[in-house]
C-alpha cells in the first residue's frame, strides 16, 4: 500500500478530477461564497486538485495561485480550467517555499481537503506558514474531512477544536463553523468549513516598524537608513530574496550596502548632517577614501545590473566594504526588540575574495560580502505596505536631520533637503530597446507583441509593460515593442490584464530571444537575465525565458492586487 499521497494522486489525476469536477464550486462551497462577498485581489487555492475551485475563486474576480504539488492533478487542472486568471505552481504544505518566494499575500487562502493529509506534528507550522501569507481582513477558509481514509491516501484525523486553538494562538478568530454531510452521499464522511478572519496584520511586523521608526532611540541616522534600504529593497529587488528557513528571508549584505550608499550619497553631498555632533570633513564613519573616489558617478548606477571596471570598480568596492562594516557594527546590531538586546536583523559577513577593479553588481557579487536575515513577517509587511512605511521613515528622517542641524547652527534648504531625501528613479530610457527593434524592423521581422502586427518605423512603440507611472523599471524584460496606436490611445498607463498577458505569451518570449539571447552581444543577455533575476520572483534553479515569463506574470498579480492598478482589458483585432 502507498504511503505517498503524492503518488496516488499523480496515478489517479483524472479519475479524481471527474469526481471532483462532478460537483460545482458552489455546490461544495456555499457556505464560502456569502462570506467572500465583500473580499476581492488575490487568491490561494491550496492542494487546488482539479482546478474546480479555483475557477470558482477567478470567477468570483479573485486572481488566482492554484498551488498543488501532484505533476499528475496539475496537469489535469490545467487542461480543464485554461483560465488566464489563474497561475499554476508547484508546492505544498507545510513549506511552501515556492509559494513565499512569489511576494504575494493574499485576501483570500482555500484549504479545501487537504488539512487532513498533515500529520499532526506539523499542523502548527503549516497554520503559522498560512497566517503570514493571509492580508489583514482576509480569510482563511479550510474543509476538514471527518471518516476513515482513502486506502492509497493517507488521512489524519481533525477536528475543529484544534482550528480555533490554531487561530487565538495565531491572533485570528473563527467567524465561521459547520458540519455537513458528504454532497457525494458517503454515509460515512462528514465535511466541516471553518472560516477564519486576520483581524490586522497579525504578525506583530507593523507595531514593531513603527516602534523601531518612532520609538527607538538614536544617535544618528542609520538606524532608519536600514530600514529604509530593506523597504527600497523589498519595493524593487524581491528576486533576491531567499528564503532562510520558516523565518527569516536573507538579502545579499552586498546589496544592503549598495542600496545603503544609493541612499546616502544624495545627503553627504548635500552636507545634510547624519549625527547630532559635527563630524567634520570625512562625515558619517561609511564615508572612507573610497566613496570619496565615487563623488562624479550618479547614485542611479548604484543597481543591480551595472558594471564598474579599473579605479571605479576599486572605489566602489572599498566603499561597499566600508558600508557593510558600518552596517554590521551599528544599526544591525543596535536595532532590537522592544526591552531586549536581541537584533532584529542578522548581519553575517563574508570575506571577499572578489575582484576589485571588475566589479560586475550581480547576486553572486552582492552575496560574497555575506547575508543579512530579515524576519519574514517584517519581510512581508516591508514588500506590501510599504505605501506607508516609507513616509514614515523619511518623515522622522526629516525631523532628526532638521534636530541635528539646529544643535550644530546649520541653515537647511528645505527644497535641497526634499531633493535629497526623495529615491530616485532614473531617467526613462528606452534608446536601447528601441535600436534593437528597429534593426528588426529594417528586415521586417518586428511585430507587435500585443496585437502581433508588423510594425515599421513610424508605428513602432517601445511600452513599459508594468506602467512606469506605477512602478519605474527599465529593465529590458518589462520593455516592449508596440504598434504606437495602441500604446499610447489603448494601454497608456494601465496594466496589462492577466488574458492580455497569456495571450502575448509567445510573441513576448519570442522577443526575449531575438533581441537578447540570440548569442549576438553577450553584454545584453547578461543584463537581461540579471535584471530578471534581481526584481522578479523567480525559482534559481533554472533561469529561463519560460519562468521568467511565469514570474512576470506573478508580479502584475502582485500589482493589481498591492496597488489597485487599472487594467487594460480591450485588444486591438488583428
Keep these: 500500500m502507498s504511503r505517498d499521497p503524492i503518488s496516488a494522486y499523480d496515478s489517479a489525476a483524472r479519475i479524481l478530477s471527474d469526481r471532483y469536477e462532478s460537483l460545482s464550486f458552489s455546490q461544495v462551497h456555499s457556505w464560502l461564497i456569502p462570506i467572500l462577498d465583500t473580499i476581492t485581489g488575490s487568491a490561494l487555492d491550496v492542494?487546488?486538485?482539479?482546478?474546480?475551485?479555483?475557477?470558482?475563486?477567478?470567477?468570483?474576480?479573485?486572481?488566482?495561485?492554484?498551488?498543488?504539488?501532484?505533476?499528475?492533478?496539475?496537469?489535469?487542472g490545467q487542461k480543464r480550467h485554461p483560465n488566464p486568471r489563474i497561475r499554476w505552481?508547484?508546492?505544498?504544505?507545510?513549506?511552501?517555499?515556492?509559494?513565499?518566494?512569489?511576494?504575494?499575500?493574499?485576501?483570500?487562502?482555500l484549504v479545501s481537503a487537504v488539512w487532513m493529509h498533515l500529520p499532526q506534528s506539523v499542523r502548527d507550522r503549516a497554520f503559522r506558514k498560512l497566517i503570514l501569507l493571509l492580508n489583514p481582513g482576509g480569510v482563511l477558509a479550510l474543509t476538514l474531512r471527518h471518516g476513515p481514509s482513502d486506502p492509497d491516501r493517507p488521512m489524519y484525523p481533525v477536528s475543529v477544536d484544534e482550528l480555533e486553538t490554531l487561530a487565538r494562538n495565531?491572533?485570528?478568530?473563527?467567524?465561521?463553523?459547520q458540519t455537513t454531510s458528504d454532497e457525494l452521499g458517503r454515509p460515512d464522511i462528514r465535511w466541516s468549513h471553518i472560516a477564519i478572519r486576520l483581524p490586522d496584520d497579525g504578525t506583530g511586523a507593523l507595531p514593531l516598524l513603527r516602534y523601531a521608526i518612532l520609538s527607538s532611540e538614536k544617535s544618528s541616522t542609520y538606524r532608519l537608513g536600514l530600514l529604509r534600504t530593506l523597504a527600497r529593497i523589498a519595493d524593487s529587488s524581491q528576486g533576491m530574496a531567499q528564503p532562510a528557513g520558516d523565518d527569516f528571508v536573507s538579502i545579499p549584505l552586498g546589496l544592503v550596502a549598495l542600496v545603503w550608499l544609493r541612499l546616502y550619497k544624495p545627503l553627504i553631498n548635500?552636507?545634510?548632517?547624519?549625527?547630532?555632533?559635527?563630524?567634520?570633513?570625512?562625515?558619517p564613519g561609511f564615508i572612507g577614501a573610497s566613496f570619496q573616489k565615487l563623488t562624479k558617478i550618479s547614485p542611479l548606477e548604484f543597481r543591480a545590473g551595472s558594471r564598474f571596471s579599473g579605479s571605479n570598480g576599486r572605489a566602489l568596492h572599498g566603499a561597499l566594504k566600508d558600508a557593510v562594516e558600518t552596517i554590521t557594527k551599528m544599526p544591525a546590531h543596535y536595532l532590537t526588540f522592544p526591552g531586549t538586546s536581541d537584533p532584529i536583523f542578522k548581519a553575517h559577513k563574508k570575506r571577499n575574495s572578489f575582484s576589485t577593479t571588475n566589479v560586475f553588481l550581480?547576486?553572486?557579487?552582492?552575496?560574497?560580502?555575506?547575508?543579512?536575515?530579515?524576519?519574514?513577517?517584517?519581510?512581508?509587511?516591508?514588500?506590501?505596505y510599504d505605501a506607508w512605511i516609507e513616509p514614515a521613515l523619511i518623515g522622522e528622517w526629516v525631523r532628526l536631520i532638521k534636530s541635528y542641524a539646529g544643535r550644530q547652527g546649520i541653515v537647511l534648504d528645505p527644497l535641497c533637503m526634499d531633493r535629497a531625501m526623495g529615491w530616485a528613479d532614473p531617467n526613462r530610457d528606452v534608446s536601447l530597446v528601441r535600436k534593437i527593434a528597429l534593426e528588426r524592423v529594417e528586415h521586417n521581422h518586428q511585430f507587435c507583441v500585443w496585437t502581433g502586427k508588423r510594425l515599421t518605423s513610424r508605428t513602432l512603440d517601445v511600452d513599459h509593460c508594468f506602467p512606469w507611472s506605477a512602478w519605474p523599471c527599465d529593465d529590458l524584460w518589462n520593455l516592449m515593442p508596440t504598434d504606437r496606436t495602441v500604446n499610447q490611445k489603448q494601454k497608456?498607463?494601465?496594466?496589462?490584464?492577466?488574458?492580455?498577458?497569456?495571450?502575448?505569451?509567445?510573441?513576448?518570449?519570442?522577443?526575449?530571444?531575438?533581441?537578447?539571447?540570440?548569442?549576438?552581444?553577450?553584454?545584453?543577455?547578461?543584463?537581461?537575465?540579471v535584471e530578471a533575476a534581481g526584481t522578479l520572483p523567480i525559482e534559481r534553479k533554472s533561469v529561463?525565458?519560460?519562468?521568467?515569463?511565469?514570474?512576470?506574470?506573478?508580479?502584475?498579480?502582485?500589482?493589481?492586487?498591492?496597488?489597485?492598478i487599472e487594467e487594460w482589458e480591450e485588444r486591438e483585432k488583428k
Excluded at 492542494?47 to 496537469?75: H, Q
Excluded at 495565531?170 to 463553523?177: K, L, M, Q
Excluded at 509567445?506 to 543584463?527: F, L, T
Aim: proline fraction near 5%.
Design 492 to 529: 497608456r498607463d494601465r496594466l496589462p490584464s492577466a488574458r492580455i498577458l497569456d495571450d502575448a505569451r509567445d510573441r513576448i518570449m519570442e522577443w526575449w530571444e531575438s533581441a537578447y539571447i540570440d548569442g549576438k552581444n553577450p553584454v545584453h543577455e547578461e543584463r537581461f537575465f
Design 47 to 76: 492542494g487546488a486538485g482539479s482546478g474546480r475551485d479555483a475557477e470558482g475563486l477567478a470567477r468570483l474576480g479573485f486572481e488566482v495561485v492554484a498551488m498543488e504539488p501532484s505533476k499528475g492533478m496539475r496537469a489535469e
Design 270 to 283: 548635500e552636507n545634510l548632517p547624519q549625527t547630532p555632533t559635527n563630524q567634520g570633513i570625512e562625515g
Design 170 to 177: 495565531h491572533g485570528a478568530e473563527v467567524i465561521f463553523s
Design 544 to 564: 529561463s525565458i519560460e519562468n521568467i515569463f511565469e514570474a512576470m506574470t506573478i508580479k502584475r498579480m502582485a500589482l493589481k492586487t498591492d496597488q489597485g
Design 89 to 109: 505552481i508547484d508546492d505544498a504544505l507545510p513549506d511552501l517555499n515556492t509559494v513565499n518566494r512569489l511576494g504575494l499575500t493574499f485576501n483570500c487562502i
Design 362 to 384: 550581480d547576486e553572486t557579487y552582492l552575496r560574497s560580502f555575506g547575508d543579512m536575515l530579515v524576519p519574514v513577517h517584517l519581510w512581508k509587511a516591508m514588500v506590501h
